[in-house]
Each structure stands twice: as structure tokens, then as C-alpha cells.
């Protein structure tokens, strides 16, 4: 097997690649497949200069390169991916966390004006939002709910790799009636694109994330939302709040419906590209 060096391995997917991605964005592919098969940090790889690698790094590359060319997520092919400074283990059971979702964990953990003693997130897929909110306030009990058995097995092994303790639970968002525990604070990314919106979506995300994690119906975007509202009533302490990453079309329908339900001190931020994506609400 012909065997390549870091540039000939950075010049490939530049080349094999410019019709899939845009150049930025192949090249922090190549530093993140480089530094997977290395096994090295950022500052390593940095400095190691060009040497030629072995046959079987020149491999596991090319095969990387392959599944790429494919459009799988880089984060999928590796097996892992960062959240808010935690290494958090993913596949394709559960959504690659997104930067506005870390946009969404900095609001509440710097949000001075909530209890954050009891916190639930609903339907939390590779675990990322309770892991991060336990990381930093450690002496809060952290809930957390998916529907999907999956998703579950990745968010209780991350919980494992970094001894955090975070109690995770199988419950439907949809048909939870049994479920009555209180707490100060709920925090949920639900699934709120529309089907309208696939054709606005990247091949990668279509083609390879879970879409019972993303989509809605055109005729019921808010479907989760409204449920999880309806039992914030029920399970959110006096004065508890609720916190939620929304569809950026549809600000004013989210803001509409908790005033509908007699939520107070609806505020909505937008993200760092301008887009109306995350909302708070106190309980009425």
C-alpha cells in the first residue's frame, strides 16, 4: 500500500472534496480525521511538521476519506465530538450537538435570576445539555428524558466516561402523565423542523441523523413544545422556569403559545449568526 504524509493526505480531501464542503470547513475535517488517527491534540498536530505515515494510518485516512465523500459526519466516522469542554461520545442514534445548543447552556448557566437546584431537560439524545449543566453546578439534580432506548445507551455511557451523575429516564414527552417529580428548571431541544425546511438542510444531516429527532409536521411544528409547556404547569416549581431551543421562523408562534398558557417574563435571544433560536419562560 502506497503510503501517504500529512500534506498529501490535506491536498486529497481539498481535492476530493471541494464539490461536498466548502474549503474552510474540509479543512477542519483533515485536522480532525489527522488528529483522530495520530491520536494527537490540536497543538500536536500543529507541530509535527510532514512526515510520511504508516500504511495503516495512510488506511484508516483513506477510509475516513471514503465515508466523508459519502457525506457522513466526521463526528459519526470518529465516534465522539465537543460540547460546552466535554467529550461526548455520538452516533447515529443520536443528533451531533450544535453550537446554538451551547449558546442555549451558557444562557441558563449564567442566568442569575433561576434556581437551577432541579433541572430536567426533555429529550436529550447523546446527553449533552444535563451533562453540561451537572458539570458546572454539581449539586443540582439533573433528569433527563428521551423516548428513544438508543440514545439513552449513548447519553448513560457518556454519563460513565465523565462521572457525572445524571439520572436518565425513557419517558415519551408526548404521554408522561405518570411523571411528577418537581423541578426548578426545564430546558428541552426538541424536534421543530418542518418538513418544508428539508430542502433548506445539508446532504450530511439528512442523509445520516436521526430524523424522529428533527422533524415535525408542517400542520404541528410546535407539537413538543406545547406539550412540554402544558407539563411545565404541572412539574415546574413556583416561580421554575422553562427553556427551550426554537425554530428560528417561528418566534412570535413560540411566544404566542406561552402567553397562552399564562407563562410571564417570555424572553427570546438570538444566537451568535442572528437567528431567534433560543426562548425562556417563567412559570405562571
Known sequence: MERTSIQEFKAAMKREMADIYPQNEIMQLSKLALQHVLDLNPTQLLTLGNPTLSA???EALNQILIRLKNTEPIQYIIGHTHFYELELMVNPSVLIPRPETEELVHWILNDTSINKSSIL????GSGCIPLALKKQTQDAYVEAWDISKEALVVAQQNAKNLDLDVNFKEVDALNCD?????FTCIVSNPPYVRQLEKIM?????LKHEPHTALFVEDNDALLFYRAIAEKGLEILSADGVLFFEINEYLENEMTELLKGLNYSGIECRKDLQGK???IKARRP
Not at 431537560?121 to 436529550?124: A, E, F, L, N, V
Open 201 to 205: 438542510m445539508e446532504a450530511n444531516v
Open 276 to 278: 431567534a433560536r433560543m
Open 178 to 182: 405518570g411523571e411528577l417529580t418537581m
Open 121 to 124: 431537560d426533555i429529550g436529550t
Open 56 to 58: 495503516e494510518q495512510t
